[in-house]
C-alpha cells in the first residue's frame, strides 16, 4: 500500500496536526506493509502565476525549458497523487482557513486533463480509488460551524479531482482531553484500512 504523508503546518514539534498524521502513518504501518511518500507543503511550494498557467495549457512537447522547469513542482504532486492509493493529510486552521502553502498545494494538484477534465457535463475527476484521511486542527475554530470554512472547500476539491473516499479526523479546539478519541479513530481507521 502506497501512503501520500502531506503536513502543512508551520510548526514543528508543537504541531498537532504533524504529530497526529505521524500517528496515523505509523499506526497503520504496524498493521500492515506501506510505503510512504512524505511531502511537508510548508517548507514552499510556488504560487500560481502567469507563466506556470501558460505552461499548463501548452502540449508538452511545445513547451520551452522555462515552462518545463516551472511546472516541475506541479508534475511531483501529481504523480504522487496518480501513484498512492491513500493519502494522510494534515491541515491546521489559521484564520479560519487552510495555510496558504495548502492551497498552493491543491492549486498544484488541481490541473486539467492531468487530474480532471471537462466533458459536455461537466468537470469528471481523474484520481479515483483514492483514500484521503483528513487530520484538521485547530485552537478555537470548530469542524462542522458556521465558521469551518475549510472542511467544505477541501471536500469539493478533493470530488472535483475524483476523490470519493475523504475522512476527517477532528483534532478541532483541541485539549488533550480529546486524545483519547482522536486515538480511537485513528485504531479505527487504521484497522479498516488494513483489513
Not at 64 to 72: F, G, H, M, S
Not at 122 to 144: D, W
Not at 160 to 189: C, H, L, R, S, W
Request: charge should be negative; aromatic fraction near 10%; charged fraction near 25%.
Amino acid at each position: 500500500m502506497k501512503v501520500w504523508h502531506i503536513d502543512s503546518s508551520a510548526r514543528n514539534e508543537q504541531s498537532q496536526s504533524k504529530r497526529l498524521t505521524k500517528k496515523f502513518v505509523d499506526t497503520l504501518a504496524q498493521k500492515t506493509t506501506i510505503e510512504s511518500d512524505v511531502l511537508d507543503v510548508s517548507a514552499g511550494l510556488p504560487f500560481l502565476n502567469d507563466l506556470m498557467v501558460g505552461s499548463y495549457f501548452t502540449p508538452d512537447e511545445h513547451r520551452t525549458d522555462e515552462q518545463k522547469a516551472v511546472l516541475e513542482p506541479s508534475n511531483r504532486i501529481v504523480e504522487s497523487a496518480k501513484e498512492s492509493d491513500v493519502w494522510v493529510m494534515g491541515v491546521p486552521v489559521y484564520n479560519f482557513f487552510a495555510p496558504a502553502s495548502f492551497k498552493a498545494f491543491i492549486d498544484l494538484l488541481c490541473r486539467a486533463k492531468e487530474t480532471f477534465y471537462y466533458s459536455e457535463n461537466g468537470p469528471v475527476g481523474l484520481l479515483e480509488n483514492k483514500k484521503v484521511f483528513v487530520v484538521i486542527a485547530s485552537g478555537g475554530t470548530q469542524i462542522g460551524s458556521e465558521q469551518d470554512f475549510l472542511t467544505p472547500w477541501l471536500t469539493h476539491c478533493l470530488n472535483f479531482v475524483g476523490v470519493k473516499d475523504v475522512q476527517f479526523i477532528n483534532a478541532d479546539q483541541y485539549t488533550p482531553e480529546k486524545e483519547e478519541a482522536i486515538n480511537q479513530q485513528i485504531e479505527a481507521m487504521t484497522s479498516e484500512l488494513a483489513k
